[in-house]
Every structure is written in structure tokens, then in C-alpha cells.
């Protein structure tokens, strides 16, 4: 299985920082590398497709970036409502596996 | 916009099966465009996925689970459906039902439409 490493685990931070989350895969995945935004009680929300694709809605604040092995996940300008819990997912083979989460918290 | 719906028992007992339907609506399960997953959240925890089945009924499941899951579709009535076999309380988990998608450049595969997720106890 391709094993998805996340970092940090959590972060504190405050409305109008700029954040960066990494997302490091096992072995090389290309560009099939997803985000993932989780509230609590509610099921994940695609954010990124393809490492970089903003999906339809989603705001510009959040951009992705990588390849290969190394990938981030960018907001730009942190909003109330973006602290939530992000996941990285590869799309490149079976079992898809996630990363074990990055928990962005009020500071 | 599609929406997908989990239902099922909350309380399974140890060693029983686990069974759970999604129900999808506004849109058809059978599109040749996509393919239809399970995935679970221990409480706490992180996701896992459990497998996926296309509408013609082909299965790919997670080695994981050791051959325990078993996903089935009736497209006569747009539902999907999981049968987790010999549960353990390791099995408690919320579990999602999930629309699997594919990236139109560079075709990697994604989950993009998520069932609200239902909460299954295994318990005596």
C-alpha cells in the first residue's frame, strides 16, 4: 500500500494567516493527489483534485501544488471557516489510502 | 445536485454482519462516468477506504479487510449496498458511501459526492 504522511498533525493559527499543510506519499503517485476538508460530524469535502484542480466553489484562497512524492495544501488568507481537519488522498492505485490528518485550529 | 444517503443498523453484534445501503438520487447510478465506493471513519480517527463497485458490477475491495466486505449495486432502484462479515469492535467505525470520480487531466480517481455518514457500534 502507498502510505500518505501529513504535516504537521495539527496547527494553531489565526484568521488572515497564510497556511501551509505537506502531504508526502510512500512512492511516486504524479499528480493523483486530492484534498480533503472535514468538519466535525460531517463527511469530507473534495477540495483539490489532481494536486492542483480547485474544485467548482471551492474559494481561490486554497491552491495545491506537487508532484511525485511531495505535496501541499495552501490557504492563502484563513477564514473563519476554513479551521477544520484537511486530508490528503492518492488516486493513483487501489487501496486509495489517506493521510492521517492535519487538524488547523483557532489560535 | 446528487445526493447520496447512508441507512442501516447503528448496533451491529461481535461476529455478525454488517450490512449498509446508500440510495443516490437525483442522478443515475449507472453512469459510465463513475463508480461507487464505501469508506469508514473510526471515531477519532482517520479514513479508511473499503471499495468501490462500477454499475456493471465489477468490485475492487481494500486487501485490508481480508475478503470480509462485499459490495453490491441495483441499479432498478439506484441503490449500493456493503456487507462487512465477522465484525469485531474494531469495525466501529461512521461509515460513508461515496460517488468515486476521475480527474479529467491527469485521471487520477477522487471522491467528490459523500453520503452525511452513518455511525455503526459493534457491540454486545
Known amino acids: 500500500d502507498i502510505q500518505m504522511t501529513q504535516s504537521p498533525s495539527s496547527l494553531s493559527a489565526s484568521v488572515g494567516d497564510r497556511v501551509t499543510i505537506t502531504c508526502r506519499a510512500s512512492q511516486s503517485i504524479g499528480k493523483y493527489l486530492n484534498w480533503y476538508q472535514q468538519k466535525l460530524g460531517k463527511a469530507p469535502k473534495l477540495l483539490i483534485s489532481g494536486a492542483f484542480s480547485l474544485q467548482s466553489g471551492v474559494p481561490s484562497r486554497f491552491s495545491g501544488s506537487g508532484s511525485g512524492t511531495d505535496f501541499t495544501l495552501t490557504i492563502s488568507t484563513l477564514q473563519p471557516e476554513d479551521f477544520a481537519t484537511y486530508y490528503c488522498q492518492q488516486g493513483f492505485t487501489t487501496p486509495y489510502t489517506f493521510g492521517q490528518g492535519t487538524k488547523l485550529e483557532i489560535k | 445536485q446528487m445526493q447520496l444517503q447512508e441507512s442501516g443498523p447503528g448496533l451491529v453484534m461481535p461476529s455478525q454482519t454488517l450490512s449498509l445501503t446508500c440510495t443516490v438520487s437525483?442522478?443515475?447510478?449507472?453512469?459510465?462516468?463513475?463508480?461507487w465506493s464505501w469508506i469508514r471513519q473510526p471515531p477519532g480517527k482517520g479514513l479508511e477506504w473499503i471499495g468501490y463497485i462500477i454499475s456493471g458490477g465489477n468490485t475492487y475491495y481494500n486487501p485490508s479487510l481480508r475478503s470480509r466486505a462485499s459490495i453490491s449495486v441495483d441499479t432498478s432502484t439506484n441503490r449500493f449496498s456493503l456487507k462487512l462479515s465477522s465484525v469485531t469492535a474494531t469495525d466501529t467505525a461512521v461509515y460513508f458511501c461515496?460517488?468515486?470520480?476521475?480527474?479529467?487531466?491527469?485521471?487520477?480517481?477522487?471522491?467528490?459526492?459523500w453520503g452525511q455518514g452513518t455511525l455503526v457500534t459493534v457491540s454486545s
Open positions: 461515496a460517488r468515486r470520480g476521475r480527474d479529467v487531466i491527469t485521471l487520477g480517481d477522487y471522491f467528490d459526492i
Open positions: 437525483a442522478g443515475s447510478i449507472s453512469s459510465d462516468d463513475y463508480s
